[in-house]
């Protein structure tokens, strides 16, 4: 199983500077991929601007924005922004996508939060319409750069029936989210089942995100976890703020659960900005 690590970009507080070291060591410390949280009604950096610069200051790490909230934005500005990071970055990036739950992002961009399912379904076509160079609309030309890319790879989140068909429909695998590594086995269980009753070959790409903080840091992972989760309600957030692995044994132990689980890849996703976090990590994980 490979180890990923989330960059901060949703940690309130963290600067650009710190991103872009952040980057830098974990590319230099063997971490599979370079993953971020965000929500539009959330004070966070834009992922996709963020691994655009990332990729300038990284040689090998991957990108997966874990998960991005696409039916909150344009399709066509989404193929041309992730088509541009993916040759900016020599072909490192992976969107992971969803729908959300943040009826507030939806607000935001004006968009249509209880259709957010049907325009997701619509937009993982179309993307891959106009990666592919077709026009989304009649009578105009396809918004993506004309690279000779095949496209951007595509993992779907989400825990639903809905979601595992969004995966063996336009996805290269699935991942978890936050869920335990208990819940999510049978979850892989049943995308892998489907990916095989829909005849597609190899298998699914599964990654999982959990939570951590290491050294004298819990107050401030517990503060933010609390405020990002704050609109699920206090006792949501109460537990997820709790769910953090903030102990070099128990990330061990989480990283041995999820292989276990059939985890192909776990993110584990940064509750504080420091960048030394990604050393410290990185001597448990490693």
Known sequence: MEIGIGIPN?????TGAQLLEWARRADAAGFSTLASIGAVSYPSYEE?????????????????????IAPARSTAELAKQAATVQELTGGRLTLGLGVGWREADYTLTG????????????QLADMRRAWAGEPLVEGTRSPTPETGSPGVPVLVGGHTDAAIRRTVE?????????LPPEATAPLVERVRAAWTEAGREGSPHIAALNYFSLGDTEEQSRAYLLDYYEPMGRETAEYIAGSAHRSPQAIKEVIAAFAEAGVDELILDPTVS???????????AF
């Open 170 to 178: 336009h996805g290269i695998g699935w991942t978890a989210g936050g």
């Open 111 to 122: 968009r249509d939060f209880a259709g957010r399912g049907r325009l997701f379904d619509r």
């Open 48 to 68: 996709l601007t963020v691994f655009a610069a990332a990729g300038a200051v990284t040689e090998r790490i991957r990108f997966l924005p874990n998960v991005l």
């Open 274 to 284: 420091d960048p030394a976090q990604v050393e410290l990590l990185a001597e448990v």
């Open 10 to 14: 949703s940690v309130r507080g963290t």
